[in-house]
């Protein structure tokens, strides 16, 4: 049982060290605050750990790159503080008069302090006004601005190849030299004193293995603090624990920079094959009991790899470990090309079979290249993509996209429709573009026009956000093992990253596309009936409007290797991606990129949504990602395969394809799946997430979902057990074509 700790002294004490260092360089100030949180947030050892190390939950007051994943869905990043949560814990430890003063003080000097208010207070009257909220899953609207330094994939390579005390001495030498160029000084010590919180952690829970008589992870931990790792059970705990204590949520090229310890503790005889499995697998368990639900990514396979014949042995290793941790995370990732060991695959597609939703499968040979294009770098940079949390791509450990916005298509095109009203909350909304439409040209350069005017915002407000993160903190751990920080003398957000980037998350792509191609050929060519009674149906939710609505469903949709479907999603697919590329100039990011990859928020957008063009009745779920919508796929699944590779890859970072198997499909015609694959992947494919399962046990498991645990599915960008889903989800899931 995980024992809460005493969150409200702690949130006092970090409150009192913030002020006592406010005016101080910022990294000293982000130092001496992480001193108060760790270990302190961190969870003792439990029975049966090989690792030390739990990120069991921050306090309602502290400092976090994103708030998910932490043990709370925190509000806020940076410096925060929660107030929810806040009152929650006070409702808990039920505090003296005194403490509860104090802790009031601290909510009001946060309230003007904190990270996420600061980014708000800042922007221009046009950004306030295009963001008027940041509510996005209550709150119907166009565009979100999200709050989070997420996506980080830390040089977990140079960790254990230096080592703690490798690194201080890297620190010290470019400390040295900062003295005689004038340069910050004062960064280079806050770097220091990170690593001395990082032994300072070891030692912490040194001292409790030794209590618990863990003698090898006493040994571990103290081995770790004084020289570099020389075996796989020192390469893990170095990683993990850094990984904690930088606030990482996702895990690397883990083949890469562990395949050579597994190896050699292999071929030493140290290690059994099973030993060593077992040694992951427990790594895997720490990963789980993280929780961070769209987060959790470990990366095997794939081109760039020096140490290939290594890595791949850890990579079965890491699939096997797989198989036998039945939890959410880590989401294992293989990335494959042709020339690729076969025996991943095959070891893959039987976790896959088994229903494990992982490895997802990532075509090195389709996005290379598509890298180099969409980020504008060379091939050598492109190998070293990898996907973060739902599937937004970055480049290992040298550049950066966090997400922090979503706009919803659905809600921009019926905003359009309503010129510049919401009729699902009866308010202006966007832009005023008219209503009187002569010809389908006309209405899409009106919803061009929208989307411009959103995408523009929330570009802004990416650039802004680092802005601000920047002159905050330089976010020690992160500017420590992030490419050029040290060299260039600078935090990572101050201008030492390499490739600063961002990322705008799109949903409803498929049904706004939909609705286009049901516009223009009932509305326009055909003139079925006038855009006036389009209004008036969806208005009504098509109630008195059946027939209208039966036209509307029965128009050309996406997912059936239609051409005239197809070629309205292909360009506006074309114009979503390359807008939004386009802001890279507006910006000075080096990249501003879409990712189609879906979480929840298709449900969540949906229910917020109106009834659109494509048939689809108000509040009901929007498509996910670049799938067909529920139930418009009729021909079959190479239909909707042969649609989804017209969508050029090269113009976003990142898109993901959920396919549905039942059972006994792919266990009885595994050959036949393999190939299917094989040819979607030919054919420009670039991503798949297969889920296998039975329709029947999904809607048994709505019955009975204790019988129903064991049924893994994939939602978007993430997996989970199906019966933990909110009932909405579920029946969004259920509603998806399984071949």
């Given amino acids: 049982m995980v024992v809460k700790k005493d969150t409200l002294t702690m949130g006092l004490q970090f409150t009192q060290v913030y002020k006592q260092y406010q005016d101080a360089h910022p990294g000293i100030r982000e130092i001496n605050c992480l001193k108060v949180m760790f270990p302190h947030v961190l969870g003792d050892i439990r029975p049966g750990d090989l690792f030390a190390g739990r990120d069991d939950g921050y306090g309602p007051i502290g400092f976090v790159p994103e708030g998910n994943g932490h043990g709370h869905n925190l509000d806020g990043y940076l410096y925060y503080c929660d107030e929810v949560f806040l009152e929650e814990e006070i409702a808990r430890l039920k505090p003296e008069a005194l403490m509860l003063e104090q802790l009031e003080e601290a909510k009001l000097f946060w309230r003007t302090e904190n990270t996420k208010t600061k980014t708000r207070k800042a922007y221009s009257e046009a950004m306030a006004i295009t963001l008027p909220s940041d509510q996005f899953s209550t709150e119907p609207g166009i565009v979100f601005p999200l709050y989070r330094i997420g996506g980080i994939y830390l040089d977990y390579q140079k960790l254990v190849t230096l080592g703690i005390p490798g690194m201080q001495e890297e620190i010290l030498t470019s400390k040295m030299k900062a003295f005689e160029t004038g340069a910050d000084v004062e960064l280079f010590q806050a770097m220091e004193m990170s690593l001395e919180l990082f032994i300072d952690t070891c030692t912490f829970y040194e001292d409790q293995a030794i209590a618990l008589h863990l003698d090898d992870l006493a040994h571990t931990l103290k081995k770790i603090t004084v020289s570099r790792p020389e075996n796989l059970r020192e390469a893990i705990q170095l990683t993990w624990m850094y990984n904690i204590l930088s606030g990482a949520l996702n895990y690397g090229r883990m083949d890469m920079y562990l395949g050579d310890f597994y190896a050699r503790d292999l071929a030493s005889g140290l290690l059994s094959e099973e030993t060593a499995v077992e040694m992951v697998s427990a790594f895997w368990q720490l990963i789980a009991d993280r929780k961070t639900i769209w987060n959790g990514r470990v990366i095997i396979g794939g081109k760039g790899r020096s140490n290939e014949a290594n890595a791949d042995l ?21 990335r494959f090309y042709e020339g690729m060991d076969p025996l991943l695959m095959e070891k893959a597609l039987v976790a896959i079979g088994e229903g494990r939703t992982y490895p997802m499968l990532y075509n090195d040979d389709i996005n290379v290249q598509a890298v180099m294009d969409a980020f504008e770098v060379d091939v050598q940079e492109a190998l070293q993509y990898v996907p973060f949390g739902c599937g937004e791509y970055v480049l290992n450990h040298r550049s950066f996209g966090t997400p922090s916005g979503v706009i919803n298509l659905a809600k921009t095109l019926e ?58 903190a330089p976010m020690l751990y992160l500017s420590l093992l992030y490419d050029d920080c040290i060299a260039r003398g600078k935090g990572i957000f101050s201008g030492g990253i390499s490739y600063l980037g961002g990322t705008l998350e799109t949903y409803g792509n498929t049904n706004t ?114 799938m067909p919508s529920a139930g418009s796929d009729k021909v079959g699944l190479t239909a909707v395969m042969n649609s989804q590779v017209k969508l050029l ?16 499909l792919f266990s009885g015609s595994l050959s036949t799946i393999k190939a299917l694959l094989k040819t979607y992947f030919e054919r420009g494919g670039t991503q798949a997430m297969m889920t296998v399962v039975n329709r029947g046990d999904l809607e048994n498991a709505l019955k009975e979902p204790e019988k129903y645990r064991h049924v893994f599915v994939r939602v978007g960008g ?22």
């Fill in 649 to 664: 890859p090269n113009i976003h970072a990142g898109s993901v394809q959920n396919i549905k198997f039942s059972k006994e």
């Fill in 513 to 626: 596309a939909d609705s286009l191609v049901a516009i223009k050929q009932v509305v326009y060519e055909q003139k079925k009936f006038s855009l006036e009674t389009l209004m008036k149906a969806l208005n009504a939710n098509f109630v008195g409007y059946e027939k209208e609505r039966a036209l509307l469903l029965n128009a050309p949709k996406f997912g059936n290797d239609d051409p005239i479907a197809d070629d309205l999603a292909v360009l506006h697919h074309e114009f979503i991606c390359n807008t939004i590329k386009a802001q890279k100039e507006r910006t000075q990011l080096h990249s501003y990129l879409a990712v189609i990859i879906n979480n929840s928020t298709n449900t969540t957008f949906g229910q917020l949504t109106g009834a659109s063009p494509d048939g689809r009745k108000a509040s009901e779920p929007l498509a996910n990602a670049n």
């Fill in 718 to 739: 993430f997996s989970a057990r199906f019966v933990e889903l909110d009932r909405s989800v579920q029946l969004e899931i259920i509603s998806r074509s399984i071949h």
């Fill in 415 to 472: 905003v359009v429709l309503n010129n510049g009203f919401d009729p699902t909350i009866q308010k202006p909304m966007g832009l005023m573009t008219g209503n009187d439409f002569s010809d389908f040209d006309a209405l899409f350069n009106a919803y061009k026009k929208q989307v411009v005017h959103h995408v523009e915002a929330l570009a802004d407000q990416e650039a802004l956000e680092y802005k601000i993160v920047g002159e905050t």
């Fill in 314 to 334: 850890f990579a079965l290793a890491a699939i096997e470990a797989t198989r036998r941790v039945k939890e959410i995370e880590p989401q294992l990732s293989l």
